[in-house]
DNA sequence: TAAATAGTGTCTATGAGACAGTATAGT
DNA sequence: ACTATACTGTCTCATAGACACTATTTA
């Protein structure tokens, strides 16, 4: 019989990809024009890569799933919690981290509406959203990642990186996470965990996408949505312009 | 800074759910008519589960990633080798493993085409391709495993086991591995890495009903199928019936 | 010729994209 | 009146399913 004594075992740690949009609650917006997706990060306390931002996440407590670690990592690191998380995949290059032998469980997280004041925690200044910008090109994946500041964190082309800021094998975590929510959003109505209960339908078309990369006619979008979507009563306080009706995800879908 | 040596840390497996398909290379294929779904199981030597079968996996070593860990235990336990292997998730309930804190990396693992004959290994009656049934009924996932002499060795109905003989929490494995294998046929035509790589358009057809539960005529099947093939000049040998072209992957595909 | 599967063509329903045009809010 | 967005409807094209029909092989 295998006796856990006799054997080498890893550290095991479980880290997050966190997608976020910064809209405001839509039943209470303004005129918000941009909506953009936005990645969290923490900034590293101890070395190794102390300074530098990475993924919140942490390492694996006996007792817990590694689901539970990655929320309560998640939560102590940056007071943020997830509603949605699901299994990425499993890092485990043996030489990702300078401590030693470290495999790292990876979670795509997203959150409803980003109320970026939710950022805080131990350390406010220590966590941060940050803007994600993706395109794809002839078949290379293309992810720029921008600092509140400005400073630029990532340029990443296909799996050439340009610049990285980031702590660790990151930046691959983070490519793989949002191929992962591209997939899940096209094929799996996945844009609606990203979205709060009520809302317009031209507040999805941004977030859409933003992710899929896709582009239609607002009255397009309209109409492939409309089969997905419950009515509701009401409607958001208007702009300058005409309100718009408010729905919900109709249930029933996988 | 973390030091590994403080902090408590699990046993980490690799362990892979390899489905297959039955079929004789299609160019030298007689008249076979049932292609049948199969899942890769071995028995366990030792305990805890000693005699019960499992899926083929073992523990990470040093120096390794776990794709390479799943790849070398399931080479040493049964003698396949696998072309297509992928990240499924991480189970690490801390009660799954009667042996202490053991977690699993999962992977869907795929065959090209099953000679039934390649189980060998350290222990040739150790290992065999079950059958695999699944079904769809309201919305819930029905397994049915059993052994190639007949034993049932699952039944599961959504996460109800009526009768499971499967170690540890490999059933619940298993059908995380074939809810990712139907998804990624359906939307990323993974059926390709279950053929050889020439095969007859009605070859497709069995293969892909059974792991999508969809249904269609051979003539519609044919049609969805078109774009995604090269023809090619060869012919697979006649039954008593007319000869059927042989086509390849046609690539450029996701 | 019969049996069995391979393969073609046709009709129809459905969904996506282009785009014209109407509705309703604020300024 | 003007502007910006919400929303409806229409046309066209591509794709999926139903199904009639032809082609080719062995028995």
New binding site residues.
């Given amino acids: 019989m295998y006796r856990i004594e006799d054997y080498d075992r890893p550290s095991v740690a479980a880290d997050a990809v966190v997608f976020g949009f910064d809209t405001a609650d839509a039943a209470s917006r303004g ?1 918000l ?1 941009q909506r953009k997706l936005k990645l969290l990060l923490v900034k590293r306390g101890e070395e190794p890569f102390r300074g530098a931002w990475s993924l919140p996440g942490g390492f694996l407590q006996r007792g817990e799933t590694v689901e539970q670690a990655a929320l309560r990592e998640l939560s102590e690191e940056t007071g943020v919690s997830s509603p949605k998380i699901m299994h990425l995949r499993v890092f485990s290059a043996p030489d990702r981290d300078p401590r030693g032998w470290v495999i790292s469980c990876a979670f795509l997280a997203l959150t409803k509406t980003v109320a970026l004041s939710t950022v805080s925690g131990s350390d406010a200044a220590a966590a941060c959203w940050a803007d994600f910008v993706a395109e794809e090109s002839n078949g290379c994946l293309n992810i720029r990642l921008t600092a509140p500041d400005g400073t630029p964190l990532l340029d990443r082309y296909g799996d050439a990186e340009i610049s990285n800021l980031l702590a660790f094998d990151h930046a691959a975590i983070i490519a793989e996470g949002f191929r992962r929510l591209r997939d899940e959003v096209i094929h799996h109505d996945m844009i609606f965990d990203l979205m709060p209960e009520l809302f ?4 999805l ?1 941004q977030p859409y996408e933003a992710i899929t990369g ?11 949505m ?2 997905k979507l419950q009515e509701t009563e009401f ?13 919900r995800r109709k249930d029933g879908l996988s």
Avoid: C, V, W
Wanted: net charge positive; hydrophobic share 35%.
């Fill in positions: 005129g024009k317009a339908i031209s507040d078309q896709m582009h239609t006619s607002s009255q397009n979008f309209r109409k492939k409309a089969p409607f958001n306080e208007a702009a300058a312009h005409r309100t718009a009706r408010l729905y």
